[in-house]
T-cell receptor, first 113, second 110 residues
Framework: DTAVSQTPKYLVTQMGNDKSIKCEQN?????MYWYKQDSKKFLKIMFS???????INETVPNRFSPKSPDKAHLNLHINSLELGDSAVYFC????????????FGPGTRLTVL | KQEVTQIPAALSVPEGENLVLNCSFT??????LQWFRQDPGKGLTSLLL?????REQTSGRLNASLDKSSGRSTLYIAASQPGDSATYLC?????????FGTGTRLLVSP
């Protein structure tokens, strides 16, 4: 049983395109997150949603727009893709937004050409 | 601003050795600290979670300690195996998000 799943696993696209990455968790968690891992392998929070409401937006460009249709899904839409957007994007979830364990998806490797 | 540093950045040991990975953080106001492993091209696997009120957690050959006042955590791996080869990340939790360290790349040779 996959706890946190992401699709697609790999995404290769041209500059200027718009793309989406989907995330789903079947753990019944209230909070979901998007993290970005850059070429130096450094992981940084982008967004956090609690029960479909945005609670964290870490100075991410407006071209990135998370959408949470329900608390089990948090999708990431990226407009006008740039070379610097190439990275691995991880989705995660936790029971609540406080002191509980976070579980991560397998990641989506985005390559912008 | 919370900053998390891990030392060493890379570590290579022969199989069977006991080893310690270090994690330090600048702001002691955390909810918890979580240790992960990441295999090449893969996602993150949670290893241990230590709440701010705890001093250590154990899981199998792994033992993690937390000294919040000094801003330090260690991950102790006993009797290392080649399968332990991976990048180990620590992350601290201020409210609502995780702040990750820079990682330690571990290679255990047979």
């Amino acid at each position: 049983d996959t706890a946190v799943s992401q699709t697609p696993k790999y995404l290769v696209t041209q500059m200027g395109n718009d793309k989406s990455i989907k995330c789903e968790q079947n753990l019944g968690h209230d909070t979901m997150y998007w993290y970005k891992q850059d070429s130096k392998k450094f992981l940084k929070i982008m967004f956090s949603y609690n029960n479909k409401e945005l609670i964290i937006n870490e100075t991410v460009p407006n071209r990135f727009s998370p959408k949470s249709p329900d608390k089990a899904h948090l999708n990431l839409h990226i407009n006008s893709l740039e070379l610097g957007d190439s990275a691995v994007y991880f989705c995660a979830s936790s029971q609540v937004s406080g002191g509980t364990e976070q579980f991560f998806g397998p990641g989506t490797r985005l390559t912008v050409l | 601003k919370q900053e998390v540093t891990q030392i060493p950045a890379a570590l290579s040991v022969p199989e069977g050795e006991n080893l310690v990975l270090n994690c330090s953080f600048t702001d002691s106001a955390i909810y918890n600290l979580q240790w992960f492993r990441q295999d090449p091209g893969k996602g993150l696997t949670s290893l241990l979670l230590i709440q701010s009120s705890q001093r250590e957690q154990t899981s199998g050959r792994l033992n993690a300690s937390l000294d919040k006042s000094s801003g330090r955590s260690t991950l102790y791996i006993a009797a290392s195996q080649p399968g332990d080869s991976a990048t180990y990340l620590c992350a601290v939790r201020p409210p609502q998000k995780l702040v990750f360290g820079t990682g330690t790349r571990l290679l255990v040779s047979p």
